[in-house]
């Protein structure tokens, strides 16, 4: 992994193409512009001459010539509602990466991962799996519909569980933490979760309940 490259210092990246995932969800790809990240790691975007700015998880790998993030547009919102709207050849200010949400890699080949996310905090774990094809994990997401299971294509299937609380039509029916109740993970096991802190909070009680250790626990809190 290269990391030689500069930060982002607040400059300008041109948007390539947007990706809908659906109504209100969508990846934007951006140019790299030689910005050099680990997997985990996040940038704030915002509009050229603005101040306010938000922070998103990269979603591509390092190995990419290109930047993406996945953002999912929260009604009401300042600045993804407007980010809905972004077109290609438009530049957007980023300024990173940022962040420790991220895999030693001592551990990669040596751990066994569990990655939890809620929503659009699959992000890191697309630039996880994406950037360390032989890690072993198991990646539990947890949507409130199966549409919302974005680019699932992308995991290898066996190790992708889509936690659906509302309908029968996921791989687990119920939350991400009504999985870890029913399935123990293994103490000696490396827990990543991301995405509301309301999950974060209880997944790692449970976690912690079934021997895992704080310092095998890592956690990307979103809102
Ligand atoms: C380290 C980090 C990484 C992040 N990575 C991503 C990412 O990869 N993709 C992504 O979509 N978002 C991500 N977020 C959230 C993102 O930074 C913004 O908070 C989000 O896009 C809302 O910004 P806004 O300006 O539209 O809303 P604001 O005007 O800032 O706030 C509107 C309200 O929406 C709440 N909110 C924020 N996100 C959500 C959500 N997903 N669903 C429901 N309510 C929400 C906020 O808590 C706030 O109360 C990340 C946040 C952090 C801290």
Known sequence: MSTAAPRGRGVTHAVELVRDLGADTFVIRLQRNQLAFQPGQYITV????????REYSIYSAPEDDYLEILVKRVDGGYISPRLRRVQPAQLLNVDGPFGFFTIAETERLASRFYFVATGTGIAPFHSFTRAYPAIDYTLLHGVRHTSERYEMYSYDRSR??????????????????????????????????CGNCDMIYEAFDILKDHGVPAERLFAEVYF
């Open 46 to 53: 915002g509009l050229p001459g603005e101040t306010d700015a």
């Open 160 to 193: 992708y569980v889509a936690c659906i609380s509302r309908r029968r039509d996921g791989d687990f029916t119920g939350r991400v933490t009504d999985w870890l109740r029913r399935y123990p993970v293994q103490p000696d096991a490396l827990c990543y979760l």
